[in-house]
């Protein structure tokens, strides 16, 4: 069986919600938020290859919802599930 983590973008989530209890002080090193409070985090999903079969494992953004859902999470980068895969197995 082999894994591979599929790139799917980038967006962001407010860092509070993200560390829950941790002070921000201490998750902002690491992770600096922005002027919203919202941390950049990747997008990706699981494929799992196991023989002949490949099993993709989805949880991601999808792009069904509406723009002012969208502008909560400021996606942003190239990658997307369909681009991924085209450029490594198709």
């Not at 999470?73 to 681009?83: E, K, Q, T």
Request: include cysteine.
């Amino acid at each position: 069986m082999k894994l591979y983590s599929i790139e799917t973008g980038n967006f962001k989530l407010d860092g509070g919600a993200m560390f829950g209890v941790v002070p921000k002080p201490l998750w902002e090193k690491t992770n600096p938020a922005d002027s919203k409070n919202r941390i950049e985090m990747s997008a990706r999903c699981l494929l799992i290859e196991d023989g002949d079969k490949l099993i993709l494992v989805d949880a991601g953004l999808g792009d069904k919802q509406s723009e002012k859902f969208f502008s909560h999470y400021s996606r942003s980068g190239d990658a997307s599930l369909l681009n991924s895969l085209n450029s490594r197995w198709f």
